[in-house]
């Protein structure tokens, strides 16, 4: 759930950062938003090709002898 809430304040602030400059035009605000969220994905799909699984919950082996 972190990421994705780091992803959408990220974005937000991206979208509040280009809205306050005033100079670039929409459609390059599209562009740069557009690219911004390839380069998340491709980030995402890079982390998670290399056999760490970001969705996968932590578990914890219990030894018996911890019992």
């Given at each position: ?26 459609w390059w605000q599209l562009v ?36």
């Amino acid at each position: 759930m972190f990421p994705t809430l780091a992803g959408v304040l990220l974005l937000g602030m991206m979208y509040n950062l280009l809205n306050l400059e005033g100079t670039i035009t929409p459609w390059w605000q599209l562009v740069l938003r557009g690219g911004f969220l390839l380069l998340g994905s491709c980030f995402f799909s890079s982390v998670s090709s290399k056999g760490t699984d970001v969705n996968k919950p932590k578990t914890f082996k219990v030894e018996e002898s911890d019992r």
